[in-house]
């Protein structure tokens, strides 16, 4: 099968190879790839930034169907629609294990980072970290509950009432993924981008975000505090990475409430 590889470190190194089909074995199974999204860390990847264990398969998004189950295997069949959390290994050992708390295990493998990933035509994973795909959900679909499980997460750290004002710094993938779960949770949703984001930005037109606004024609501190009566707003999550919009967050928040990077 054709498969994606990060062959070594660096920039580029990104190459098209024949792999064999791997045999699930234990708790394991080989899922057919419908669909891969690519990821931020992908291009990460990619350009060098990010390390990986080389040579690998990229791509940890994915949809798919089973279409073979090691001996221990339980709960899934072949045919069964799945998708899949990142991780392929955990110690199960340590104190972050034992509170289900394996995505922080030291000895994690990931899927696309340590062991092949979803860039390719079958993917192996572990059982424990699969998901059935309800049967109103499309692969395509499911391909993106990884990065929102991401953004759901993010959100359930903060508490937000129906009606609060919610601003989005960032109106990336994950950015506007957030803010559809604000927007699920009653808030008003601010969504903020820059010049370059203009395409990002009508996105978040046609998602029905309450107010869109470009940071480079628009002083944001002026615009949430005339929509506040300026008070500022009650939530704000940074999904930029940029050091001057965690700073600007910071800045129009209301008092007593809560940011989130």
């Known amino acids: 099968m054709k498969a994606l590889v990060k062959t070594r470190e660096g920039h580029g190194n990104l190459e098209l190879l024949d792999k064999e089909v791997a045999t699930p074995l234990d708790d394991k199974v080989k899922i057919k790839v419908h669909y891969a999204g690519i ?6 990847t990619y350009e060098g930034h990010y390390k990986v264990n080389f040579p690998v398969t990229l791509g940890h998004e994915f949809s798919g169907e089973i279409v073979e ?12 629609r799945v998708t899949s959390e990142t991780t392929f290994y955990v110690c199960n050992e340590c104190e972050y294990c034992k509170s289900k708390d394996y995505n922080l295990c030291n000895h994690r493998k990931g899927i696309g ?6 860039f390719t035509n079958y993917v192996i994973a572990r059982e424990e970290s699969l998901h059935h795909i309800p ?14 499980a991401c953004a759901h997460h993010g959100v359930s750290k903060i508490q937000v009432n129906s009606g609060d004002v919610a601003v989005v710094m960032g109106p ?3 950015g506007l993924l957030v803010a559809q779960v604000l927007k699920s949770k009653g808030a008003t949703v601010v969504v903020t981008g820059l010049d370059n984001d203009k395409v990002r930005l009508d996105k978040a037109e046609a998602l029905h975000m309450d107010y869109v606004v470009n940071l480079q024609q628009t002083d944001l501190k002026t615009y949430i505090n005339g929509i506040t009566d300026g008070y500022g707003a009650d939530v704000v999550v940074e999904c930029s990475g940029a050091v001057p919009a965690a700073r600007q967050g910071l800045d129009i928040l209301r008092k007593k409430v809560s940011t989130v990077k």
């Open 39 to 44: 990821c931020g860390t992908d291009i990460h």
């Open 69 to 80: 189950v090691g001996a221990d295997v339980k709960d899934f069949k072949v045919g069964d």
């Open 113 to 118: 980072t340590q062991v092949d990933g979803a």
């Open 135 to 148: 049967d109103e959900v499309s692969y395509q679909s499911a391909a993106m509950t990884e990065p929102l």
């Open 172 to 174: 990336g993938p994950i």
